[in-house]
């Protein structure tokens, strides 16, 4: 079936370098992607969205890129600090309407 | 206000009692949602609310049992749980359901013994 997964389990990388987080999806309809971070024992956090219409999306320290043409997703954080150390999720909104549907999610580990 | 707010954060019960997981939101949201986590893995969907009515069950055994009584709540009632039914379950929320950001709750852990 359609699913969205995610290139890599466990992410390291020093404090203050920058991060990337990777998400292949496979549903084509998809027309909306969110990023979680989901730190120990809490529930998942927002972090930005993107719709399909756009290629990139930045907030805070973060940004988004989409690329629909290979169907990927990815997450950028700069300059990252050990309060980043989460396990993050990519989620699809299905094109059931409103099946929000995670990815396999990565553990980035900050080392100080 | 942005708070998804879940009740009990913890919970533990036998395999023949009965219990409710409670979720609560004052955002004004229509669409609500159930998910339930295993450790390392992402969160599954099991239930979608919409404007109170059941819009999506994610073929979930009938030992869970949802219920939206208003806008602001959503409950999950359990029964004859099985030990592998412990995970953390997670309430979302979302303005309407179609293409707006989620917020969730901390979740509640449930353990079956």
């Known amino acids: 079936g359609e699913s969205v997964g995610l290139h890599l389990p466990t992410l390291s990388v020093q404090e203050g370098d920058n991060s990337i987080i990777n998400c292949a999806y496979s549903n084509s309809a998809s027309d909306y992607f969110i990023w979680y971070k989901q730190e120990s024992g809490k529930g998942p956090q927002f972090i930005i969205d993107?719709?399909?219409?756009?290629d990139k999306r930045q907030g805070q320290r973060v940004t988004v890129l989409l690329n629909k043409t290979v169907k990927h997703l990815s997450l950028q954080i700069a300059a990252t600090q050990p309060g980043d150390s989460a396990v993050y999720f990519c989620?699809?909104?299905?094109?059931?309407?409103?099946?929000?549907?995670f990815g396999g999610g990565t553990r980035l580990m900050v080392k100080p | 206000d942005t708070e998804v707010t879940q009740t009990p954060k913890h919970l533990v019960m036998g395999m023949t009692n009965k219990k409710s997981l409670k979720c609560e939101q004052h955002m004004g949201h229509r669409a609500m949602y159930w998910y339930k986590q295993k450790a390392k893995k992402p969160p599954e969907l099991m239930f979608v609310y919409s404007y109170e009515k059941l819009s999506i069950n994610e073929s979930v055994p009938s030992r869970f049992s949802p219920e939206c009584p208003n806008s602001s709540l959503l409950n999950l009632h359990l029964h004859a749980l099985q030990p592998e039914d412990s995970a953390l379950y997670l309430c979302a929320s979302s303005l309407t359901g179609t293409g707006t950001e989620a917020f969730f709750g901390q979740g509640t852990r449930l353990t079956v013994v």
């Open positions: 993107i719709r399909s219409n756009m």
């Open positions: 989620a699809e909104l299905g094109n059931a309407g409103n099946m929000l549907t």
